[in-house]
């Protein structure tokens, strides 16, 4: 258990400062650190604190204590850390906590990670259509301590289904004696519960709200997404599209954090898989031996070949994954952009084939550059498409299309790369 007496200087600043602090030292360092901060304050530090230091905190901490720093913490953010807890851990810790909190608990971890549901709050504050103004502004005056945000307030007929929202300024402005329902924006933007994160994050973004509502089937309110937990949503999307990219499986924790045994798991399963995939590249220059025998100069641009291949399909999937994952296009775009990435592809096959041709005319002479000139444009042809159709492909059979990383469409293109380049090879010097 943690000192609570200890003496320990406190270092001042914003919560997310002090909670950056606290991460780099050890448990108990950070355990008696954190406790003799105010209470309320100590619940802000230690929400903005890693997962994995939280998890860690709350097997040192006094049982009081972390029942006090839960109870005062915002709803998503305990949330989160109980479907971190294992379950024996999650058993206790609502033991520990008031009715309220452990049903709050207990609703907002069913909802499945990566949903509308998983990252709301209930710390909202509502109102009744029928109210006046004066009689709005005393209602938040009173509950504005126990909700994250007041900024907005959402109306609410007598089934708690979504009718409206009024931000805060349209209220202060408003005279005291005007209703509600007359001052109230009408139906709302919204989420619905299984919405996935990134939906809900594009919906914050492009309508700028701080908060958007988020309702069940029969449209009736059940929380709030922040703009800030959206922030953090999208942060975690992108991280993990980045691990995906880069072919890591997805970290629960830093890199700075993770442990040799995590990074080497992470990493070793698709490093193994493309190990079969490269094979096809070696069973391809294996079918050409004789080729490559009679004309060993073709081998002096075989590296450069087949990367320029792999470059070029990790620009369209790098290109289409990113617009895929921002919306910018959808599944029914694919053939007016492959239209489009023919037309590219040729242009930057056409020009890598004016760079290398005079390159290999030095090496080999005519039969060499035009053998090394038009497979630069055919394989630049062939990886363009495989990195702009794979993110759509995968998309179509509801895979992430981020899986469609640079490794893969490299892997991919490069065993094409090989044989369209011998082919020609074999067409030229047969002519």
């Known amino acids: 258990m943690i000192n609570t007496s200890s003496s320990m200087p406190i270092e001042t600043g914003h919560p997310v400062d002090i909670a950056a602090t606290l991460d ?46 839960v109870t005062a ?41 990566g949903t509308a549901g998983a990252m709301m709050t209930s710390d909202y504050a509502t109102l009744p259509a029928n109210l006046t103004v004066s009689e709005a502004i005393e209602l938040l005056r009173r509950e504005a301590p126990d909700k994250e945000t007041i900024y907005r307030a959402y109306i609410l007929d007598d089934e708690r289904k979504l009718i409206g929202s009024v931000p805060l300024k349209a209220l202060i402005l408003a005279a005291e004696d ?13 989420a619905r519960l299984e919405d996935k994160r990134e939906k809900v994050a594009q919906k914050i973004a492009r309508y700028d709200l701080l908060a958007l509502p988020v309702v069940d089937s029969e449209r009736r309110l059940v929380g709030i997404v922040t703009h800030d937990d959206a922030a953090d949503a999208m942060q975690q999307e992108n991280t993990q599209d980045f691990h995906k990219i880069g ?58 070949l087949i990367d320029s291949s792999g470059n070029a399909g990790s620009q369209s999937s790098t290109l289409m994954v990113r617009a895929l994952a921002t919306g910018d296009v959808e599944m029914k775009d694919w053939g007016k952009l492959i239209v489009r990435e023919v037309a590219v592809a040729i242009l ?17 002479g005519y039969e060499i550059a035009l053998t090394v000139g038009l497979t630069m444009i055919a394989v630049v042809f062939v990886g363009c498409l495989i990195g702009m159709s794979l993110p759509f492909i995968l998309s179509r059979f509801n895979l992430d299309p981020a899986t ?28």
Do not use: C
């Open 24 to 69: 780099l030292l050890s448990a108990r360092q950070a355990g008696e650190k954190l406790i003799a901060i105010p209470l309320r304050q100590r619940a802000a530090v230690f929400g903005y604190m890693s997962l994995h230091k939280q998890v860690a905190l709350s097997r040192i901490l006094d049982r009081s204590d972390l029942a006090e720093i």
């Open 73 to 113: 913490m915002s709803a998503d953010d305990r949330a989160d850390l109980f479907n971190y807890l294992p379950q024996g851990e999650q058993e206790h810790l609502l033991r520990d906590l008031a009715q309220e909190e452990r049903e709050d608990i207990r609703r907002l971890a069913a909802y499945a990670d």
């Open 178 to 190: 005007t209703l509600i329902s007359d001052i109230m924006e009408k139906s709302p933007i919204r």
């Open 247 to 304: 072919t890591v499986g997805s970290l629960t924790q830093s890199v700075r954090d993770a442990s040799i045994r995590v990074l080497f798991t992470k990493r070793i399963g698709w490093l193994a898989l493309l190990i079969f995939g490269n094979l096809f590249s070696g069973a391809g220059i294996a079918a050409f031996e004789d080729m490559i025998l009679a004309y060993v100069a073709l081998v002096f641009f075989l590296p450069l």
């Open 348 to 364: 930057l096959g056409a020009a890598m084939a004016l760079i290398v041709f005079p390159i290999g005319f030095a090496r080999g």
């Open 404 to 431: 469609a990383s640079a490794p893969l469409v490299t892997t991919i293109s490069d065993a094409a790369g090989v044989i369209v380049y011998f082919s020609i090879a074999t067409m030229v010097m047969g002519m």
